[in-house]
Every structure is written in structure tokens, then in C-alpha cells.
């Protein structure tokens, strides 16, 4: 019998190998590659404008990385910063409206994708699934700010 380690890590990495070859495999179509896919997404479902800043912590990544996919989807004309004096990661990053029209599809996708992904699954079942998950990731998160640093070390 698999331990629960074996079982839960396995399962995370495999559900995180599948989004991440769906997304490249979708945007893929557009030019544009997977990572992209959560930035084009969080822009889209807000009309206002996000910060880096808020964009690293809703995309999980590090400002550099969020910054670099930035560059590509601004050079593509998917989106614009919005220049408020020298504030770099204050200025709000909206999507143009050729951005719209792909967060509007991407949104949609995921939709449709997320759909087939929790076939079999019912309402209770899910919101049961998401609050467990959302404790597990608190009590992960709990030992990893126990390590100290902003790294873990």
C-alpha cells in the first residue's frame, strides 16, 4: 500500500504535469505558451487593472517571472501598464482589447476543461474536496514559514 506521502505528492504532481501541458497545449494555438494562460486569466476577470505585485500573489510566482510574461504579452499587444508616475509595481496592468477577446476565450476553456475534470463530482462533494485541500495548503504553508527566511532557509 502506496504511503500517504507517495499517494498525495504523486497525485498533486500528476494534476499539476496535465493543467501544465493543457495550458501549453492551448495557448499553443494563439503563439503563446502556457504561463501566460494565468496572467491573461487574472487580467481578464478584472476589469480594473491589477498590480504586479497582486499579479506574483494571485500567479503564485515571483514578481521577475511575472514581470518577464508581462513583456511577452505586452509586445504581442495583449495587454498595457498603465503609467502612474514611478511607481513600477503599483501601475495597474489592464488587457487591450485584443487581450479581452483571448482572456475571454481562455476563460471559457477552463470552464469547459474544469467541467470535464470534475465529472462525477457534485456540488457538496466539491466545495468538501476545496476546503480540505485549502486546510492541507494551510498546514504546509504553516511548516514552511516555520523554516524561517523567505526562501525556507
Known amino acids: 500500500m502506496k504511503s500517504r506521502y507517495?499517494?498525495?505528492?504523486?497525485?498533486?504532481?500528476?494534476?499539476n504535469?496535465?493543467?501544465?501541458k493543457i495550458k501549453n497545449y492551448e495557448m499553443n494555438s494563439f503563439g503563446l505558451k502556457g504561463k501566460q494562460v494565468q496572467c491573461i486569466?487574472?487580467?481578464?476577470?478584472?476589469?480594473d487593472g491589477i498590480?504586479?505585485?497582486?499579479?506574483?500573489?494571485?500567479?503564485?510566482?515571483?514578481?521577475?517571472a511575472?514581470?518577464?510574461?508581462?513583456?511577452?504579452?505586452?509586445?504581442?499587444?495583449?495587454?498595457?501598464i498603465e503609467e502612474k508616475g514611478g511607481q513600477k509595481?503599483?501601475?495597474?496592468?489592464?488587457?487591450?482589447?485584443?487581450?479581452?477577446?483571448?482572456?475571454?476565450?481562455i476563460s471559457k476553456r477552463i470552464d469547459d476543461i474544469f467541467s470535464i475534470g470534475s465529472e462525477g463530482i457534485d456540488e457538496k462533494e466539491r466545495e468538501k474536496f476545496y476546503s480540505l485541500l485549502d486546510l492541507v495548503s494551510d498546514n504546509l504553508q504553516k511548516i514552511c514559514n516555520n523554516y524561517g527566511g523567505k526562501n525556507g532557509n
Not at 6 to 15: G, H, P, T, V, W
Not at 66 to 80: N, Q, W
Open 6 to 15: 507517495d499517494r498525495f505528492s504523486s497525485l498533486i504532481l500528476s494534476i
Open 17 to 20: 504535469k496535465n493543467i501544465q
Open 41 to 47: 486569466y487574472h487580467l481578464y476577470n478584472d476589469e
Open 51 to 64: 498590480s504586479l505585485t497582486q499579479l506574483a500573489i494571485l500567479c503564485n510566482e515571483d514578481k521577475g
Open 66 to 80: 511575472i514581470s518577464r510574461t508581462l513583456k511577452e504579452l505586452e509586445m504581442g499587444d495583449y495587454l498595457f
Open 89 to 105: 509595481y503599483r501601475n495597474p496592468i489592464k488587457l487591450t482589447p485584443r487581450g479581452q477577446e483571448l482572456g475571454k476565450l
